[in-house]
């Protein structure tokens, strides 16, 4: 009996000693002492199109999510959760599925403006990385004032890094106050647009051309396949303020065939092959003037922390960063970035600045019917 005991002794201290070890994983519960932390939803999906079907019908502020396999195929599959409860899981690395995310970007959700770099460092000997970001930062924000009349700086712009020894690779989110395009179409729209002139001169560079004629020669109409301007540049609250929001009017945008003063050759680099290309990642190109293929709808970007399948180097904070977020109640400085990185974490009004002519319906439908059953109450019809 006692040798009986002693055994089963010795084997409770071994689990114990195992589980001090091996902490069993805590899960994500709500609590009553944190209102902001929303009820848990997390659901798998195989296929995108049934993710964005089951998001719709959740009452959580729910978002999707791509996370890839680790394999050569590079499967995808997609998450459906909330902010909140994806910080809780994605830093303590209890599901290593979460360490290959990307953020999907609906097709029609507003969102922050956003940009892809990258050069590889053997092709391009003399190119300074840090140089090339900080001029494109100029050049941005420089852009948002003239045609948005918004505000910007380095210190609004988030920059992460995931370069190695053979490739420069930084993600740029830009983070104006209280600003964001109306959905990722728009996005591309403005991007091409400024980025024109050096789309030019790099098609003039492969034509052997000279720099001073670039302008007059090859010319893609800055409109051109993208309806001719750069639309609804949209105020917005954030997640975590109430703020005023204003609805800017269209401007139509004509960018001139030469910029003065404004030097695009930083913007050209060359791939592996020696063929030239632009540092911002604009994806394909059906022709050198409309490339395709990044500011897409349901676009998959990468989020902060993760890695590519297959690799180790994660998007890290860059040692050139100027933008440090604010800290709300209960959100750690990390979190804070995690959150500043999501491209797609806004909260929209639309509040025009015009008064509006006849009726239309509010952008909250749920309310609408909720009035209509009141006012059209006993078949009485309200006016």
């Not at 502020?61 to 909140?84: C, I, M, P, W």
């Not at 269209?250 to 030097?263: A, G, L, R, Y």
Request: aromatic share 12%.
């Amino acid at each position: 009996m006692n040798r009986k005991w002693q055994e089963r002794l010795k084997k409770v201290e071994e689990l114990a000693s195992h589980y001090e070890r091996n902490p069993l994983p805590t899960v994500y519960r709500p609590r009553l002492s944190k209102p902001s932390m929303p009820s848990s939803v997390w659901k798998i999906f195989s296929r995108q199109a049934e993710a964005f079907n089951y998001a719709k019908t959740c009452q959580e502020d729910v978002h999707v999510f791509a996370l890839e396999k680790n394999t050569r195929s590079g499967q995808r599959f997609y998450l459906v959760t909330t902010y909140k409860e994806l910080w809780f899981y994605y830093t303590k690395g209890y599901k290593t599925s979460l360490m290959h995310c990307y953020e999907v970007i609906p097709e029609k959700d507003a969102c922050k403006l956003y940009f892809d770099l990258e050069f590889y460092k053997p092709a391009n000997p003399d190119a300074d990385g840090k140089s090339m970001v900080m001029k494109l930062i100029e050049l941005v924000s420089q852009k948002l004032k003239e045609l948005y009349d918004v505000n910007c700086s380095s210190k609004d712009v988030l920059n992460l890094d995931s370069s190695t020894d053979e490739k420069f690779s930084r993600h740029l989110i830009f983070l104006p106050q209280k600003t964001v395009f109306k959905d990722n179409t728009h996005i591309g729209n403005f991007v091409r647009t400024i980025l024109q002139p050096a789309i030019r001169l790099m098609q003039s560079r492969a034509a052997g051309i000279p720099a001073e004629e670039a302008g007059h020669v090859f010319q893609c109409s800055a409109g051109a396949g993208l309806d001719g301007s750069l639309t609804n540049f949209t105020a917005v609250e954030d997640a975590s303020k109430d703020w005023p929001a204003i609805a800017h009017k269209t401007k139509d945008i004509e960018m001139p065939h030469q910029e003065e003063n404004v030097d695009f050759s930083f913007l050209i680099v060359n791939d592996k092959e020696g063929n030239k290309q632009l540092f911002v990642d604009l994806g394909k190109y059906k022709n050198i003037c409309f490339p395709v293929g990044v500011y897409t709808k349901n676009r998959n970007f990468r989020m902060y922390k993760s890695s590519k399948a297959g690799k180790n180097v994660i998007l890290k904070i860059a040692e050139d960063n100027k933008f440090i977020p604010n800290c709300e109640k209960d959100v750690s400085l990390e979190e804070a970035y995690f959150l500043s990185s999501l491209i797609c974490n806004v909260r929209v009004t639309f509040g025009l600045t015009d008064p509006m002519e006849g009726h239309q319906g509010s952008p909250y439908p749920e309310i609408d019917h909720f009035v209509r059953s009141l006012v059209n109450k006993d078949g009485l019809q309200g006016g």
